[in-house]
């Protein structure tokens, strides 16, 4: 399988494993709306008000929450009238479309035969979302779809960050670079390409360090390490992946909206949310940032790193 093939190919994730990570979501969620829909014969501006504050209170945030309920104005405006029951249909196919709306190809790479090789990912987030496990998640998948894989070790400013990625590699058997603590970034990020050209690897994936702290130092860190992959490879990083814990909610919201300063990400992935009642902020971070959500951890086993498809995971909310 190449990176076209992988990238790709039908969503054919366990839909048993998506479901049972979403329950707690689903019980704050999808179950309140269904609570409050007991007794009501129709949708009224009362119902609107009470489903405004269950999106918000599922961490969708303020303003996609508007903009949904705003959609759902306006068909009911269209259709005159619509009751309780056709409600969850009109919901979910209104958020599809929201979410729909940010796979456009200035923010999504559109994979082709001629699909860059090393495909290169910069990783961003801070610590503690589960960056490093999501790179051996991530190394995992594509070792498994027979892709060979390259990881670069460029969070240098924290032993355990480096030693985290090597236990990684040696656990997915897949190489890695890596250099002595404190040496710079960029000149990791710089080996770690060339060896994944030398060694013709599929992926190379490059950690960072997350020091959200000091925007100014680490918007000019991220800056250098691109400068430096490109010299490299002309086009690279092809993907900044950047990874936030589905289980802080707004705090989540914040993080993406500080790192979107720091650097041009294009891709999410948003983790943890097996266990957390807001996996709403899927589809707030996802409108608010016009980045689309690429994979979603839903469990701790390493193969519970799933591709994202927005209608897999809206119909698992809805069901």
Known sequence: MGLFDFFNK???????????GLEKTKEGFFSKITRSLVGKSKVDDEYLDELEEILIS?????????????RLE???EQDKYI????????????IKELLAENDNAHVNFKFTEE????YVIMVVGVNGVGKTTTIGKLSNRFKNSGLKVMLGAADTFRAAAVDQLKIWASRVDVDITYKDMGSDPAAVAFSALQEAVAKNADVCIIDTAGRLHNKINLMNELSKIKRVMDKVIPGAPHEILLVLDGSTGQNAFEQARQFSEATEINALAITKLDGTAKGGVVIGISDQLKVPVKYIGVGEG???????DKDTFIDSLFN
């Open 83 to 94: 009751n309780a029951d056709e409600l969850h249909q009109i919901l979910k196919s209104e």
């Open 302 to 308: 390493v193969n519970d790193l799933q591709l994202f």
């Open 115 to 118: 699909a860059p090789k090393p």
């Open 10 to 20: 039908a969503n054919k994730e366990s839909k048993e494993t998506l479901d049972k």
């Open 58 to 70: 599922s961490d969708v945030g303020v303003e996609t929450t508007l903009k949904i309920i705003a």
């Open 74 to 76: 306006k068909r009911i």
